[in-house]
């Protein structure tokens, strides 16, 4: 059995764990290994990394390490999951992760060249044929809210526009919005509050429909783990030092790449109504972003 560590002396508690569980399945086949057993390692700070990166308070990071990170790392298939206690040392000698920094972009990216996206939903199982594939007519709108790095947002007005847009060609649109704005109305748009508060939730939705829209966002990669079919907008953004041309093309995807996943597209131009129902119409007339092309 193949032992990770996923290390919060070094790691945050929020969705970068995405990369970590992707480079955990590609060193399972590599190994050949049956099960994983993924060990959460307490940081110095109160069980967490001692810097001033968001979430800034404790509850906060509590929150995102029980809402986001533990359930996300449940969703990896074969997976035992361990938050320890205490530290101690390395138990296991097939082991990876032990005082390593285990995330980011060019990690999941390594992943995803080899075809890994790894992630399902424990509740899928009971929903076999409800919604899947190009008969679905779903499409989910997911909008980061966030208090860090705010650049990074989605143009609030310009989604409005596109979810009007996109529900006048005959979709229904489902949007999800921050958990601070879990339950509150997108204009006349009705919000899935379960989606925006329960990981669970949020991927069965995304699981479930037709196409999943977001701007660069970690629940954007939490959707291509999940293997679901995306376009993410706005991927640049220059005073976020994870947001740059530069940055990408250090990870491996300089702008204007693509990921290897047809069903899983990058948008490279900010989130104008205009990018967002241009990009939809050449996905609905179309495009090699239609569901049936991901795996099972």
């Given amino acids: 059995m193949l032992t990770a560590y996923y290390d919060l002396s070094l790691s945050p508690p929020t969705y970068d764990i995405v990369a970590f569980l992707s480079h955990v399945e590609l060193w399972r086949r590599r190994l050949g290994d049956r099960k994983t057993r993924i060990v959460m390692l307490p940081g110095p700070a109160s069980g967490f990394r001692a810097d001033k990166l968001w979430p800034h308070t404790l509850p906060e990071r509590v929150k995102m390490r029980d809402r986001v990170a533990l359930p996300m790392a449940r969703m990896l298939p074969n997976a035992e999951v361990i938050l320890a206690a205490a530290r101690g040392p390395r138990q296991a000698e097939n082991a990876i992760g ?26 899928e199982e009971k929903n076999q044929g409800l919604g899947h594939g190009p008969a ?36 229904c649109v489902q949007v999800v919005r921050d958990a601070r704005q879990a339950g509150a109305f997108f204009g006349e748009f009705a919000t899935s509050p379960a989606a925006s508060l329960d990981l669970e939730a949020r991927a069965q939705l995304y699981r479930s429909a037709a196409l999943n829209l977001f701007v660069n966002s970690g629940p954007a990669w939490f959707a291509v783990a999940l293997d679901c079919p995306v376009l993410i907008f706005k991927m640049i953004a220059t005073s976020s ?20 996943a047809p069903h899983q597209r990058i948008v490279w131009a900010n989130d104008t109504a205009r990018a967002i129902v241009d990009a939809f119409r050449a996905w609905a007339d179309g495009s090699p972003a239609r569901p049936a092309a991901r795996s099972a």
């Fill in 136 to 171: 679905c007519n779903v499409v989910t709108i997911t909008l980061r809210e966030a208090e860090h790095w705010p650049e990074r947002n989605s143009d609030l007005d310009a989604w409005h526009v596109a979810a009007c847009a996109i529900r006048a060609m005959g979709y």
């Fill in 98 to 123: 032990y005082g390593e920094r285990l995330y980011g972009l060019k990690v999941q990216l390594a992943a995803l060249a080899e075809g890994i996206r790894p992630l399902r939903p424990r509740g």
């Fill in 241 to 260: 030092p994870t947001s740059t041309g530069a940055y990408f093309a250090r990870c491996g995807l300089p702008p204007g790449s693509q990921l290897p």
